[in-house]
């Protein structure tokens, strides 16, 4: 799914209402509905709702959603802050169009809100949206800091009012805290951001019937990874294949004391889908590995403790994959730099293998192309340099692509991926509950096995991280957030896949 910005949103809604030769305010109807069923599905009847309007199309949505709710029984009031703005036409047609039970509550100062209960209702924030065009200040910004003091459950159409769409918010700024944002047609790129999440715990995106062939030929770099656009990547397996058609997976991982790393990325690619699976490590690991993941073929590194070699015959596999657990060691940087001398299969690159190409930056150029590296953002800021905010991140997640014609999947909530074409995927799945040691191996482990069988670079991040956050959601159903490990990951990778290969 595209990510469109405040001014295509804009263009995609004049061109649908002109083409659809729609009345007015019927787009806005849509939207309104949209939200409503939403908030039908989920928040019950038992608290009054109180729906904050600004003077957009922001507001008009939320003068139809109160008479919507309303339609359905919700005890609703309205809010307007009265302040010298001009308000929009579908505004006024939406006040007009308010029923005379629905109050309509108009203040210039919010110290008169104090004594009408707010906090025990459930606020809609519908002040402004994607025609925010500078900080608020005045009365709305008062408005804000008077809705976050309350710490009532804020519930935002479209965006969190204050809220710059698509570009850095300054910090300062008066910005609604809201629990969930429903978003119209297409998530914002700011909610997406890490920076923000303060903003929004959660975000919902719903439909509402914009063009879909004009919206196929606006450009964007940004995508979002939905179970549709990760279907349209998965390929089914053929029925006369054999191990052979899926790829022979090299992983070069491990160290004394990081063995652990190596048999979670090792156990990964195999539940994954790579047709054979051998595993590199330090000698010390030999014995485990061949226990842990009898799947695997084992070759032990002349080192007890570090990997100081490349094995033989790298041609005969179809991707190598390392880093998970190798540590820092200079022989082991050592063999980094053979390796990209040498090798003429695809690579995946984690962990350590991208501190020691931080630290020896000189190795970047010999990259071969279309390498996949999979940084969390402190390794991604050291194989660059700091960043002020998560925009110029993604400005430097572009450039970084570009220069080195590789792919980099940028790690955490929404892992964004870099190609070198400059797009950027966003993944929708995923939960906190991944936060813990070895999550990061498991997708090595399962991007590596994805090109071993053939995967584009592009759809093996795609699909890899993907995968990775529905395993990890079904883990979550599983077991909860906070007990969440990274093997729970891997146990409910099958389930993951099932679920794609009964749906494509
Ligand atoms: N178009 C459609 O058909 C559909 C649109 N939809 C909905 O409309 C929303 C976008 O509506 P919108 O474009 O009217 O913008 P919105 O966010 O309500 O605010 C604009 C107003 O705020 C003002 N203003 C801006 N910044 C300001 C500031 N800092 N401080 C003070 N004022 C400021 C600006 O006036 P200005 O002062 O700049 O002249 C203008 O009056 C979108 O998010 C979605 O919810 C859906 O219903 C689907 C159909
Ligand atoms: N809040 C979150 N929501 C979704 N996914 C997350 C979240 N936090 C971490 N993850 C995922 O967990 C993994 C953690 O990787 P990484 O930081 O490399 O861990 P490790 O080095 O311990 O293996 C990444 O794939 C990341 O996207
Ligand atoms: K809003």
């Known amino acids: 799914m595209k990510i469109l910005s405040s001014a295509q949103l804009r263009e995609a809604d004049t061109f649908t209402i002109s083409h659809e030769n729609l009345a007015p305010g019927a787009l806005m109807e849509r939207a309104a509905q949209a939200f409503t069923n939403w908030f039908i599905n989920h928040c019950g009847r038992e608290k009054e709702v109180a729906i904050f309007c600004g ?6 949505d939320g003068l139809a959603v109160a008479r919507l709710l309303s339609e359905h029984n919700y005890l609703v009031r309205t809010f307007i802050p009265e302040t010298d703005s001009v308000f929009s036409e579908e505004f006024k047609l939406n006040l007009k169009r308010l029923p005379a039970r629905i109050p309509v509550v108009r203040f210039n100062h919010t110290a008169p809100l104090e004594d009408r209960h707010l906090s025990k209702t459930r606020i809609i924030d519908a002040l402004f949206g994607t025609g925010l065009n500078r900080p608020l200040t005045g009365l709305y910004a008062e408005t804000i800091r008077f809705l976050n ?5 804020i519930i935002s159409i479209d965006l969190p009012s204050g809220l710059f769409a698509d570009s850095a918010t300054p910090e300062d700024a008066a910005v609604i805290k809201a629990s969930q944002t429903i978003t119209f047609a297409s998530p914002k790129l700011a909610l997406l951001l890490p920076q923000n999440q303060v903003y929004s715990q959660q975000m919902h995106s719903v439909l509402i019937g914009l063009n879909i062939g004009f919206i196929e030929n606006l450009r964007s770099p940004f995508y979002y990874v939905d179970s549709v ?6 390929k089914p397996r053929p029925r006369f294949g054999h191990k052979g058609t899926f790829g022979h997976s090299l992983l070069l991982v491990g160290s ?18 790579s047709g054979l699976v051998s595993v590199s490590l330090p000698r010390a690991g030999y014995q485990i590995m061949q226990t842990a993941a009898p799947e695997a073929m084992v070759l032990a590194d002349p080192s007890e403790k570090i990997i100081t070699e490349l094995p033989p015959e790298l041609e005969k596999y179809a991707v190598v994959g390392l880093g998970p657990g190798i540590g ?20 995946v690159l984690d962990a350590d293998a991208l501190n020691l190409l931080a630290a020896d930056k000189s190795l970047l150029p010999k990259l071969p192309p279309e390498t996949i590296l999979t940084p969390h ?17 993604l400005k430097r997640l572009r450039e970084f692509c570009q220069q080195y014609r590789c792919y980099v999947v940028l790690k955490g909530a929404n892992t964004c991926i870099g ?20 999550s990061g191996d498991v997708l090595t482990g399962i991007i590596t096995a994805l090109r071993a ?26 077991k909860g957030e906070t007990a969440l490990i990274a093997s729970d990951i891997i146990e409910n990778l099958g389930k993951a896949f099932k679920t794609l290969e009964e749906t494509a």
């Open 419 to 438: 190609t070198p074409s400059g797009n950027h995927f966003f993944n929708s799945t995923g939960n906190p509950g991944m936060a813990t040691g070895g």
């Open 256 to 273: 004394y004391g990081k063995i652990g790393a190596a048999i979670l990325s090792t156990r990964a690619c195999l539940r994954s889908g």
């Open 453 to 478: 069988q053939g995967y584009p670079a592009e759809d093996a991040c795609i699909l890899g991280v993907y995968i990775h956050g529905l395993a990890g959601d079904f883990a979550k159903n599983e």
């Open 377 to 393: 953002p402190k390794e991604f800021e050291r194989l660059t340099q700091p960043f002020t905010d998560d925009f110029e991140r």
């Open 328 to 347: 820092q060691a200079a022989e082991t940087k050592k063999m980094l730099g053979n390796l990209l001398e040498k090798v003429k299969v695809p690579l």
């Open 229 to 234: 656009s990760a279907r349209s990547r998965w």
């Open 149 to 153: 003091n309350l710490h009532a459950e």
């Open 55 to 60: 003077p957009g199309n922001n507001g008009g």
